[in-house]
C-alpha cells in the first residue's frame, strides 16, 4: 500500500506541475480562457493529495507500530526510500514551479494596479470624469484566488 500511495502522490504532483507550467505560459502569451478551470482542476488535485498524503502517514504510522520502536528507516525497503526521496524531489520542483507561477501573477497584478492608477489619477487633486464618480479601485475589480 505504501509504494501504491507514493506513486499515486507523486503522479498528482506531476499533473500539477504540469498544469501550472501551462498556466505560467498561458499567462506570458496574454491567454487567460483556462484559468477559471486550471483553478479548479488543481484544487481538486490538492485535496485527492491531501488524501493520498494522509493514507500514507497512516500506512507509515501502523507499519512504525507493528516495529515496536525500530527505526522506520531501517525496515523500509530500497524501493520505498527511492519513491519517497522521489516525492520530496517533486515536491521540490513544485515549490520551484509555483515561485515561478508567482512572479508572473504579480508582475500582471502590477500592470493593472499601474493601469487603474493611470485611469483614475489616486494621486492627482485635478478632476476628471473618472474622479467625479468617486469610484474606488477595490471596487471595481474583485480578485479571484
Known amino acids: 500500500m505504501i ?10 504532483l506531476n ?3 504540469s498544469i501550472t507550467k501551462t498556466d505560467i505560459q498561458n499567462i506570458q502569451e496574454a491567454n487567460h480562457s483556462q484559468l477559471d478551470e486550471h483553478t479548479k482542476l488543481k484544487t481538486q488535485i490538492i485535496q485527492k493529495f491531501e488524501e493520498k498524503k494522509h493514507s500514507l502517514d497512516n500506512e507509515l504510522v501502523k507499519l512504525a507500530a507493528k516495529s515496536n520502536g525500530t527505526d522506520l528507516a531501517s525496515i ?12 520530496r524531489d517533486t515536491l521540490l520542483e513544485l515549490q520551484k514551479t509555483n515561485r515561478e507561477y508567482a512572479k508572473s501573477v504579480i508582475v500582471v497584478k502590477e500592470f493593472y494596479d499601474s493601469l487603474i492608477k493611470k485611469m483614475f489619477n489616486a494621486d492627482s ?11 474606488n479601485a477595490e471596487q471595481l475589480f474583485k480578485v479571484r484566488v
Open 15 to 17: 499533473e500539477l506541475i
Open 76 to 87: 523500509l525497503s530500497d524501493e520505498v526510500k527511492d519513491k519517497l526521496s522521489k516525492l
Open 125 to 135: 487633486t485635478s478632476t476628471n470624469s473618472y474622479e467625479q464618480n468617486a469610484i
Open 3 to 12: 509504494n501504491k500511495y507514493l506513486d499515486e502522490s507523486i503522479s498528482l
